[in-house]
């Protein structure tokens, strides 16, 4: 029941990642692609009907996540207090950008949106990354299962690291570039014209970014945690994960210089679900690894509410999920096709 | 520590506060764009449909302030209260991912379409659109309740391991007693908020001699609605929560009403001051025996003042308590008889020329805001000492790691941001007024 909890919670996080990542991702290349008001709105337009539904997955994955696991959000979430309550101003600047911008019409007032929004998301798509670098790097945990970290301390790797330390700002660029990718694939896909053409452009650019930090990115994490390796020398079948994710990789610049937009999307999509998914397969039972004694590292076991809580959970989640996806299915479809710019405004 | 857990309270104190000024007029402005997209679609009148899109357009800036600022509550029980999560997660987590799985998939996804499909739906999509946004943010606000109900009044739940709770009965939890009344109680305070921001802005329009024709509209559908919503915001939902207090939550009772000793045919209060040094109520106004009869139905009935308590199980802020109980009643009864007046001059056929009750309608938006927070102050300062009513103390639930420099920080950077974001609201809601719903009809139209 826990491990089927811990899959639950990674396949929701995991389509927050794709479906926030391309409206973050969007947000990174909006001022590269789109120069006039017009080609803005059209950036606005592709993500408008959605971003809202996309940031409902990190709610709808925090609060599952909550109620599965109390002990791990309990502990995490004051552990990492003050990047989270960045986060969380960024957020609110970042949605503020998208739905006031067109409030009035002035360019003072647009430029000064569409600046917020790129920074926002920009800052976002970083923080994600090294969000992720830090679970899988280890944080100071207690005996008592609670821990606290300060944003920096001497940006190197040992115990009373910061959030930020040359490993995890290694994961923020990674973050910061496979987002922005997937932000390229999706307005190419979204957008005609200019905006498509420089998307794409962006698009391959970031795609060596995202190449270059996964790399690195990957040979330090089986540097500072060995242990990532012995599920999959237990399993080999776990190295479908990680052929996945390369698969995406390929086939985002494969199909970047195809020109085929659609594929390229799926694809970037692939790559972040596969890197995801190697994570979490890697890291399992851990959900939170202590860098101070291996013993005092959270797992999905001993963080895990009883198995009533979990059945009754497992009902109503596959009901309401199921629900979910046809509206996203509904929504998606309603809005499908390439956004123009209407009179009227997106 | 002590710092700590005071900067803990007030910053969840000022971000739910501030945030709750936003989902209210949500859901009751749903309600009402649902009632005038239902009478155009029924009158086949095109201009209740452009009343309808003139406040989706302010609804849609409220809802986006709810959704930003109602993000950092789900997070702030993890990263203030983290002691409180471990706690009482696997029981209260179940209610508030259910919040997200079945009310915000629903609401921001309905959202999209009913602010940007009106051309690719057509009218009755368009208004099922409508009615989803509606029900998404109204089943949204069943399950805060029923977590804050959890609190209030806990139920279904039974001893985990380390000291933990954890879930016993679904049902339990979802049907909780206090939760019902809370909820309808809550709902039609949202209503009453949703009317009078309605009629308020169609009595500027009569005052202001534009726009009249939707003028007219929006100050009848606001003063009916909000009478409707404020008679029941007395009766049955005020009564029956007040019974559920009294029952449940004795000694909070006493505080709200200032009883400081216990009395058969204890009075009911209208004015006056607690004074904590003396124990007693300084200036008072008051109907005798009322209150007696208000909770249990019997004019000598013995109501418990809080003599009949442990001092350390009083509220911990028993004034502020005592206060904002009376503003939430006192602004409840000033609703009824405006809204009344207004429903018996429309009746007559002089509200719309009466300059007098305009005035008083158009000034009034305000005040349903100031009573729908003063009553969840009520709720939340009369749970005290508890996090958990009964079980656990409230400083035991804070996040022990986190420090009150850090906490004091994250204060100041929401006060700083939300400060900037209630200008930008009002400026812009100010400004869709200004422009008005012929203009965006006309807008609409070229």
């Known amino acids: 029941m826990e491990i089927l909890w811990f899959c639950i919670v990674a396949f929701m996080l995991c389509m927050y990642v794709i479906l926030d990542g391309f409206d973050l991702g969007a947000g990174v290349l909006h001022i590269a692609v789109a120069k006039d008001n017009d080609e803005r709105r059209l950036v606005l337009g592709a993500i408008g009907p959605f971003w809202d539904g996309n940031e409902v997955w990190l709610l709808a994955a925090g609060g599952t996540l909550y109620f599965a696991f109390p002990l791990l959000y309990a502990s995490s979430f004051s552990g990492f207090y003050l990047p989270l309550m960045i986060v969380l101003w960024l957020l609110i600047l970042r949605g503020l950008g998208i739905e006031l911008r067109h409030q009035v019409d002035h360019p003072m007032w647009r430029s000064f949106w569409d600046a917020t ?37 001497s940006f190197t790797v040992q115990p009373d690291a910061g959030i930020l330390d040359w490993f995890t700002v290694v994961m923020g660029l990674v973050g910061l570039s496979t987002l922005a990718v997937h932000g390229g694939n999706y307005l190419a896909m979204k957008t005609s014209g200019e905006v498509q053409r420089r998307a794409r ?23 500072i945690r060995p242990g990532l390796a012995a599920n999959y020398s237990e399993h080999p079948w776990g190295y479908v994960f990680p ?34 998914s190697s994570t979490a397969f890697g890291l ?3 959900v939170l690894p202590a860098s101070t004694e291996e013993r005092f590292g959270l797992t999905v076991y001993n963080t895990a509410t009883q198995s009533y809580g979990l059945g009754v959970g497992i009902v109503w989640w596959t009901v309401g999920i199921l629900i979910a996806l046809g509206y996203f299915t509904y929504l998606f479809r309603s809005f499908r096709g390439k956004v123009t710019v209407r009179k009227e405004g997106y | 520590m002590e710092d700590a857990l005071l900067l803990h309270r007030l910053q969840f104190a000022f971000t739910a506060t501030y945030h709750y000024l936003f ?27 452009t009343g309808a899109r003139f406040w989706g357009k302010i609804f849609a800036i409220n809802f986006a302030v709810g959704v930003v600022t109602g993000i950092p509550m789900e997070f702030e029980f993890g990263t203030n209260w983290a002691r409180f999560s471990t706690y009482a997660g696997g029981v209260i987590g179940q209610t508030l991912a259910m919040e997200g799985v079945f009310a915000f998939f629903l609401e921001s996804s309905f959202l999209g379409l009913f602010l940007f499909g009106e051309k690719r739906l057509g009218s009755k999509l368009h208004f099922l659109s409508a009615f989803l946004v509606f029900l998404g943010s109204w089943i949204s606000g069943y399950f805060i309740i029923v977590t804050n109900a959890w609190m209030q009044h806990p ?15 679904f049902a339990d939890l979802l049907l909780n007693p206090w939760a019902l ?45 909000g009478l409707i919503s404020s008679l029941l915001l007395a009766f049955p939902t005020g009564d029956a929560q007040g019974k559920n207090v009294a029952h449940s939550q004795p000694a909070a009772l006493a505080a709200m009403e200032g009883l ?66 009376h503003i939430m009643v006192g602004l409840g009864t000033i609703f009824i008889l405006i809204t009344a007046a207004g429903s018996w001059l429309l009746w007559r056929k002089r509200a719309y020329a009466s300059r007098a009750f305009l005035w008083i309608v158009m000034l009034s938006f305000p005040f349903p805001f100031i009573a729908n927070s003063a009553g969840w102050i009520t709720a939340e300062l009369g749970r005290q000492p508890w996090l958990v009513y009964g079980l656990l103390r409230t400083p035991a639930g804070t996040s022990a790691t986190v420090s009150a420099g850090n906490t004091l920080f994250t204060l100041l950077g929401f006060l700083g941001l939300y400060f900037v974001i209630g200008v930008l609201f009002l400026l812009l809601v100010m400004k869709a007024i200004g422009a008005g719903p012929a203009r965006i009809a006309q807008h609409e139209r070229d």
């Open chain 1, 201 to 223: 452009a962006g698009a391959r650019t970031w795609s060596w970014g995202v190449l270059v930090t996964s790399i690195g990115a990957a040979v330090s994490a089986f540097a």
């Open chain 2, 260 to 325: 400081f000793r216990t009395e058969n045919g204890a009075p009911l209060v209208l004015i006056g001051q607690p004074d904590m040094e003396k124990k007693r109520l300084d200036n008072p106004l008051h109907v005798p025996e009322m209150l007696s009869f208000l909770t249990y139905n019997r004019w000598g009935a013995q109501v418990k003042g809080l003599d009949a308590f442990p001092a350390d199980t009083w509220p911990t802020n028993i004034p502020l308590l005592y206060y904002s109980y």
């Open chain 1, 243 to 276: 052929l996945i994710g390369a698969a995406g990789l390929v086939g985002v610049f494969y199909f970047n210089r195809k020109s085929d937009d659609v594929k390229a999307f799926l694809s970037s999509t692939a790559f972040i679900a596969g890197m995801l």
């Open chain 2, 155 to 169: 139920v279904g739940y039974a001893a985990g391991p380390n000291g933990t709770l954890m879930l016993s009965s």
């Open chain 1, 284 to 286: 399992f039972p851990y």
């Open chain 2, 181 to 225: 009344w809370q909820y309808l109680h809550n709902m039609t305070g949202a209503v009453v908020t949703g009317s009078f921001c309605v009629a308020s802005t169609g009595a500027y329009y009569l005052l202001a001699r534009r726009d009249e024709e939707y003028g007219k509209i929006f100050v009848r559908t606001g003063v009916i609605a």
């Open chain 1, 117 to 153: 929004f790129s920074f926002g998301s920009t800052l976002l798509s970083v923080f994600l990354g090294a969000a992720l670098g830090n679970v899988v790097r280890g944080v100071p945990l207690r005996q008592d299962g609670y821990f606290f970290e300060p944003l920096w301390t």
């Open chain 2, 23 to 49: 989902p209210q007029l949500t859901m009751g402005l749903a309600l009402l764009i649902v009632i005038l997209k239902w009478v155009s679609l029924r009158t086949g009148k095109e201009i209740y449909n």
